[in-house]
């Protein structure tokens, strides 16, 4: 149990057009749900945190308008870049934690990430 | 923000034991400690989860001192597939501090 999943898994986009990144819990509610990136070699950077029906709260030093999150039910948040440029190429990687943790208190399951490449 | 230091990387040889520790000095009271294992290109994995004193599941122990300022993840009879990346985080109240550290560099030699 607890499988989260992110679609698309690798995707190639030209420079200056948007891209949407989906998060899925299948198999639990998630309560809040967590966008980080990962660059080469380097730890995750958190950039938001957004709990169901309401806004996201972002990291300081991200962009708000640049990254739009959306986390519509409590089984799917979406991540958006808009006008994408090579400097936002990325492994971008969500999270989820169950509205009912099933052992330990702070439960939280990653998904596999996605490789986004901007041309 | 209870920060995290851990060592950027370790060796060690299959069937050994390895321990890493993780120091996290201005921890708070009602924080939790958790590792999480990263292979490249994919996401975190839940490794386990503690408090106070030792913790122990079915792939590793935890054990945490009285002051909580440190704590040394323990896998036993490590595997070349344990090669990967180790991260400490410290967990706030509500998910407030969810935050990755720098992470240890475990490669496990033949």
């Known amino acids: 149990g607890a499988v989260v999943s992110q679609h698309p898994s690798r995707v190639i986009c030209k420079s200056g057009t948007s891209v949407k990144i989906e998060c899925r819990s299948l198999?639990?509610?998630?309560?809040?749900m967590f966008w980080y990136r990962q660059f080469p070699k380097q730890s995750l950077m958190l950039m938001a945190t957004s709990n169901e029906g309401s806004k996201a709260t972002y990291e300081q030093g991200v962009e708000k308008d640049k990254f739009l999150i959306n986390h519509a039910s409590l089984t799917l948040s979406t991540l958006t870049v808009t006008s994408a440029h090579p400097e936002d190429s990325s492994f971008y990687i969500c999270?989820?934690?169950?509205?009912?943790?099933?052992?330990?208190?702070?439960?939280?399951?990653f998904g596999p990430g996605t490789r986004l490449t901007v041309t | 923000l209870a920060k995290t230091t851990q060592p950027i990387s370790m060796d060690s040889y299959e069937g050994q034991e390895v321990n890493i520790t993780c120091s996290h000095n201005n921890i708070a009271t009602n924080d939790y400690i958790t590792w999480y294992q990263q292979f490249p290109s994919q996401g975190p994995r839940f490794i386990i989860q503690?408090?106070?004193t030792k913790v122990t599941n079915e792939v590793a122990s935890l054990f945490i001192p009285a002051d909580r300022k440190s704590s040394t993840l323990s896998l036993p009879r490590v595997s070349l597939s344990d090669t990967a990346v180790y991260y400490c985080?410290?967990?706030?109240?509500?998910?407030?501090?969810?935050?990755f550290g720098s992470g240890t560099k475990l490669n496990v030699k033949p």
């Open positions: 999270s989820a934690s169950p509205k009912s943790p099933q052992r330990d208190r702070y439960e939280q399951y």
């Open positions: 503690g408090y106070k």
């Open positions: 198999d639990f509610q998630a309560t809040t």
């Open positions: 985080l410290v967990v706030g109240y509500n998910f407030n501090k969810f935050y």
